[in-house]
């Protein structure tokens, strides 16, 4: 039998609990084990949301000793494949570049991973000196992943469309049984402006002004920014949102009981995405999810049938959809068998192992 190909996974590990991190979490534990030797280098600088883009002397000495520990790396296990997840920033984007340009002069190949849609958005605002930069990196890698086919476009001026892979997050889950009959809404995302909660507490005060009170609203997730929290939490006040409860960061089966006991999901974020694994759970749990269009969002809420895609920004609009849901039981029942469909299809660990199996193999 032959020896199993060797593949170098540079990518955060959680804390804090945010989309990359977890991703490469899963990908570590998954299937693909069995298929490659899979050899982890955390690129962590942070633990919790709050230090985020934030500079320190130790978060600098950190990134020395990363990029040390990764030619070892590659001395140690002589990797066939490094797997480079890239920023969409210019400081995340000239921290990543050395792995990439390392990695090319050691003699092994580069693929790289984009786990957001905001790269077009940046290097349209980018100086010219950053995009020659970027476009100078970029050619030294095999090829890119993205996370749903409509992200494909942003690299088609980098990579031929073969070398553009598509692969969509994809997880198993222990899925707890429901311990309420209470209606409840769900937000489980980190509270940030980017993710508009704030949009989501003015659509419960719309309803709250029609009267539509008979739910519960649970929200869990981590501040990073006190002047938003103020604002979301004076929302709460000023419309005595009584029927709203916050919780810290979920994570396990906790996170897991939390979606089991919702009956619909909400997640309106205003900024690019990428595939938030949020969406994942929620279809895991077979929940109706209100959404925006937003990276591959679309790819997994299919508007009309296991959920809706409402505008960014629009509290009215998230109100007007979540009224329909609240209401109407067999439409949620008939969105929640949908949102459980396209899971067991499309988003699974065995089918994110395929997917990445195939890519790997073929790079």
């Not at 040390?68 to 797997?83: G, N, R, S, Y």
Request: with cysteine.
């Amino acid at each position: 039998m032959s020896e199993k190909p060797t593949i170098l996974i540079l990518g955060k590990l959680p804390p804090p609990l945010i989309g990359p991190a977890i991703a490469t979490q899963i990908i570590l534990n998954s299937g693909l084990k069995n298929e490659f030797n899979l050899i982890h280098l955390d690129t962590r600088m942070n633990t919790d949301v709050a230090t985020m883009g934030r500079w320190s002397f130790s978060k600098m000495l950190r990134s020395v000793g990363i990029y040390v520990e990764f030619i070892q790396k590659i001395k140690q296990h002589q990797p066939q494949l490094i797997l480079v997840p890239i920023s969409q920033t210019t400081m995340g984007f000239f921290k990543d570049a050395p792995f990439i340009w390392v990695g090319k002069l050691m003699g092994k190949k580069v693929l790289i991973q984009l786990r957001g849609s905001n790269f077009n958005n940046w290097i349209k605002s980018a100086s010219g000196i950053t995009r020659s930069l970027v476009k100078t990196t970029l050619k030294k890698c095999v090829g890119v992943i993205v996370l749903g086919n409509n992200l494909k476009p942003l690299f088609k001026d980098y990579f031929a469309d073969e070398h553009i892979f598509v692969v969509p997050n994809g997880a198993n889950y222990e899925l707890p049984t429901k311990n309420t009959t209470a209606l409840n809404v769900l937000y489980l995302a980190n509270f940030l402006p980017s993710k508009s909660f704030d949009d989501v507490l003015k659509a419960l005060a719309i309803l709250k002004q029609k009267g539509i009170t008979h739910f519960n609203f649970q929200a869990a997730g981590a501040w990073d920014n006190e002047t938003f929290k103020q604002q979301c939490l004076a929302i709460i006040e000023e419309n005595q949102l009584t029927n709203v409860e916050l919780f810290p960061p979920q994570s396990g089966a906790a996170k897991m009981q939390l979606f089991a006991n919702a009956s619909v999901f909400v997640f309106c974020p205003k900024m690019p995405e990428g595939h938030p694994w949020v969406m994942v759970e929620a279809m895991a749990n077979g929940l109706p999810i209100i959404a925006t269009d937003q990276g591959a969002i679309i790819e997994s809420v299919l508007d009309g049938k296991n959920g809706f895609i409402v505008p960014s920004e629009s509290p009215e609009i998230i109100a007007e959809k979540l009224e329909v849901l609240i209401n109407d039981a067999e439409l949620r029942n008939q969105f929640s068998a949908n949102s459980k469909q396209y899971y067991y299809e499309y988003f699974t660990e065995e089918k994110m192992v395929e997917n990445l199996t195939k890519v790997f193999h073929q790079v």
